[in-house]
């Protein structure tokens, strides 16, 4: 973005040092990422748009999707060059797609946050295997240390092998050299505390007494809760 | 410790439960500053989804399912020949606990049977979100049933301990009530209300002076009614949730389709399936008044005492009132664009401030997320306007309206036999 600015150009691609270079290129420019001018960057950015819309920036680069990283540059080089705040001109074709990367990644968040299940172990640790469609472990990971404050939890995202360790004082990163957790997700018996089965027992019977059978609409289910989400909910297994 | 009898007290008193609508744990924001156990997420969040389609929010239990009453329309009357069991306060607290721990809950909701008198049916569920409060520490949703005819002394303590406390009226008037339940009447529902009202309206006048007493049901508070079991009109209904939501801690009323479970009772229709459009008619309706700024006469009247069960109540208000649109988007205020069927809050304010940016196209609209297909009939954009609710006959494009939707019905069915 610095060199954007600086140097007066444009990108119209952006790409790592060890992809591979497209067939017809013009002209490239390499840039070594510096600290202090990125740091500049930021915080001309933040004096330009709101907490919000950097929070937002923040969340569309962690959704990892193709081009995003371009989308991203787009956006901010707009921000720049326009006289008026562009948060809200969900007319233009960047600030919505920025807007709409957004909405799924905070609903990974969200479905994070609304699907994970602690096994309790024999060691008194809480345990759950997590495999969210985007890198969101560390956005929700406080949420869990300030709701569980008083109970240490490993949540394990089994898709990118590493997960959080809270031990009631800090939250640590960690990764197993090989799965803790079979394909439904569950731990081994012998692991787990021993009353930990009898309420995961509870919790299935729970959940299928709750459904009215008069009223059984499962496309309704499936909208609520996708099928992808299903092999680590205890309820569904 | 936790015994295999508690599993199958579990099985019976969920399954007593379940007819509650009301799932839902939001309306309180609550950190857990002495690192205990519990966080209120103010949004409210479904742990999960039962083969219905209904969220699970909150751990919704029954403290037991004795009855000293006979309602007609309940499964947990006194006539009724089932297995009567009861939670001890110990023991659904754990319960509570270790099913939050796992993450399963948000909270605890918590309702009961009537067992000996009210006042004691309070105490023991009181004795439950107690033990929840200051023994578990526990900070997470509590919603609790206000029993019917319990004194406000009670009231008053259980609303010092859970976020949300309600009273169910069930039954639209007091007329069909006497026939249904006659052991009951309106003033057993109102009363509590009234408690419950005065409660928030008194502590919130105690934390202007004191800014550190404990709030008493912050969440507000919220009702059911049961809709189809008894003769009552949509009319009837909505202009009884209206006068609710006049109480200002009245967050939210509930419909629930009546669902044919005391088969042997005369004073019942035997519906086959409960009414589950009229329900989400009501249920829409109720978002019009509360986040649309419809007025209560506009969606029923005496004309239209029933909901239009085929089109939603929008689009039903403005095909009875043509001469409102064509709206301009670009121009209108945002109290109109609420009005274009297929408009919803979300889209109506990014139309306001998109708009700013430079005059809107249908196709802006569509991205913004807007439904075009029943907007279209409504609105002017930039482009030219197609015929819409003048030109063509409001009659014609409900009928067009219907048409899509069955059409869009088939499709759906077409796929799933072809899968």
Known sequence: MFYAFEQQVTPDILLHSDDVKPLFLEKSFPIVTESEKSARVWSALEKKISPSACHMLMLVWISELPEVDLLLFRYIYKAFKSTESIELNFGDADVLACANIYKKVNQSCHKAIQFVRFQKTSDGVFFAPISPDYNVLSLVAKHFSNRYADQPWIIYDTKRNYGLYYNLHKTTEITFSESPVDNSGKLKAEQLDSEEQLYQQMWKDYFKTMAIKERINLKLQRQHMPVRYWKYLTEMQ | ?419
Not at chain 2, 250 to 278: E, F
Not at chain 2, 383 to 389: A, G, K, M, R
């Open chain 2, 1 to 419: 410790m936790v015994k295999e009898s508690t599993l199958e007290k579990l099985k019976i008193l969920a399954d007593a439960a379940k007819y509650d609508v009301s799932c839902a744990s939001s309306g309180t924001t609550r950190g857990n500053p002495n690192k205990t156990l519990g966080t209120a997420a103010g949004w409210g969040i479904c742990h999960s989804f039962t083969a219905d389609g209904r969220c699970i929010s909150l751990f919704k239990i029954l403290m037991t399912n004795h009855c000293i009453y006979d309602c007609a329309y309940c499964s947990n009357r006194r006539s009724n020949d089932l297995k009567r069991v009861a939670f001890s306060p110990a023991e659904l607290a754990e319960l509570t606990i270790e099913f939050y721990r796992r993450n399963y809950i948000e909270g605890l909701f918590l309702s009961s049977g009537v067992i000996r008198n009210p006042d004691y049916t309070m105490e023991q569920m009181i004795s439950v979100v107690k033990k929840l409060r200051e023994e578990h520490r526990f900070n997470g949703y509590i919603h609790m049933k206000s029993i019917p005819g319990a004194s406000q002394k009670l009231v008053n303590i259980a609303g010092m301990y859970v976020d949300r406390l309600s009273v169910n009226i069930e039954i639209p008037t007091e007329e069909s009530l006497k026939k249904l339940a006659p052991e009951k009447d309106y003033l057993s529902v109102w009363k509590p209300m009234k408690y419950i009202k005065q409660g928030i309206l008194e502590n919130t006048e105690d934390r202007k002076k004191f800014r550190k007493t404990p709030r008493f049901v912050p969440a507000g508070q919220s009702t059911q009614m049961i809709v189809g079991a008894t003769p009552e009109t949509d009319n009837q209904i909505l202009t009884l949730a209206s006068k609710l939501y006049n109480i200002d801690s009245m967050k939210r009323v509930y419909y629930s389709g009546y669902i044919h479970i005391n088969q042997n009772d005369d004073r019942l229709p035997a519906l086959k399936q409960p009414p589950l459009v009229r329900e989400h008619r009501l249920y829409q309706a109720d978002w019009l008044l509360r986040f649309y700024n419809f007025q209560v006469n506009e969606i029923v009247n005496d004309a239209n005492p029933e909901l239009d069960l085929e089109v939603d109540p929008k689009v039903s208000w403005a095909l009875r009132h043509p001469e409102f649109f064509p709206i301009d988007v670009n121009t209108a205020p945002y109290e109109a664009i609420l009005r274009i069927p297929g408009v919803g809050v979300l889209s109506a304010k990014k139309i306001i401030t998109a708009r700013r940016y430079g005059r809107l196209t249908s196709y802006q609209l569509q991205k913004i997320g807007v439904v075009m297909k029943r907007a279209k009939y409504f609105i002017v954009c930039r482009e030219l306007p197609v015929s819409t609710v003048n030109e063509v006959s409001p009659e014609t494009i409900r009928k067009q309206l219907i048409d899509e939707k069955i059409k869009e019905k088939d499709r759906f069915q077409l796929s799933f036999t072809f899968d």
